[in-house]
């Protein structure tokens, strides 16, 4: 079935480190891949979303591209801030799974000032 | 615009309890989720409805849990003769389907603890 990889944390970095998260996926087909957020206190939010191979998607100075050669989605940031600090999640749809989500452990980020 | 609302926010319960989670989606969105988030993990789907119609049901742990959107709307998810497993927070989610979206978005979860 389908399914999620996401790197374990917890990660600490510095501010305005480079952040890198991997996440790698098992799916049939041709899902869709996304990265939600969930800041402290706050509901799960999409962060950034790719729907096909080499698409890359970005939001708030994140990126991550969809590469099905290496079935990954891993999530970047050049420069991290405090504010970035938060639980991320890698994920996952498909048509043939009638657009259910299926998400990653999640990656918990904390960003030292 | 209003997004995803759930109520109540939290929910103590004693083991044995029946529960009802409510779910309001975004107006005239077609498709609606509930999903189980456990310490510490990923959400995990439960039930999936289009309209009224409940399309998928396979992530319901046991036939304990019941969902329901009689009207094509507001969805509630039941959980009978709760039990100490069944602490987690619920969370709903609704998409439109419109123009091939199927961007879902998240209501803020209702926290339940079974004592």
């Known amino acids: 079935g389908n399914s999620v990889t996401q790197m374990e944390g917890p990660v600490t970095l510095s501010e305005e480190a480079f952040l890198t998260i991997n996440c790698t996926y098992t799916?049939?087909?041709?899902?869709?891949l996304f990265w939600y957020v969930q800041y402290p206190g706050e509901g799960l939010q999409l962060l950034l979303k790719?729907?096909?191979?080499?698409d890359k998607g970005s939001n708030k100075g994140f990126e991550a591209t969809y590469r099905k050669e290496t079935t990954s989605f891993h999530l970047e940031k050049g420069s991290v801030q405090v504010s970035d600090s938060a639980v991320y999640f890698c994920?996952?749809?498909?048509?043939?799974?009638?657009?259910?989500?299926?998400f990653g452990s999640g990656t918990r980020l904390s960003i030292r000032p | 615009g209003a997004g995803v609302s759930q109520s109540p926010r939290y929910k103590v319960a004693k083991r044995g309890q029946d529960v009802a989670l409510r779910c309001d989606p975004i107006?005239?969105?077609?498709?609606l989720f509930w999903y189980q988030q456990a310490l510490g993990q990923g959400p995990e789907f439960l039930t999936y409805?289009?309209?009224?119609?409940?399309?998928?049901k396979s992530g319901l742990p046991s036939d304990r849990f019941f969902a329901e959107r009689p009207e094509g709307s507001v969805s509630t998810l039941k959980i009978q003769r709760t039990q100490q497993e069944d602490s987690a927070v619920y969370l709903c989610?609704?998409?439109?389907?419109?123009?091939?979206?199927?961007?879902?978005?998240f209501g803020p979860g209702t926290r339940l603890t079974v004592l």
């Open positions: 989610a609704s998409s439109t389907l419109a123009g091939g979206d199927d961007t879902q978005y």
């Open positions: 799916a049939t087909g041709y899902p869709s």
């Open positions: 790719a729907t096909k191979a080499d």
């Open positions: 994920a996952l749809s498909s048509y043939s799974s009638a657009s259910k989500i299926i």
């Open positions: 107006s005239g969105h077609v498709s």
């Open positions: 409805f289009q309209n009224e119609a409940q399309l998928d």
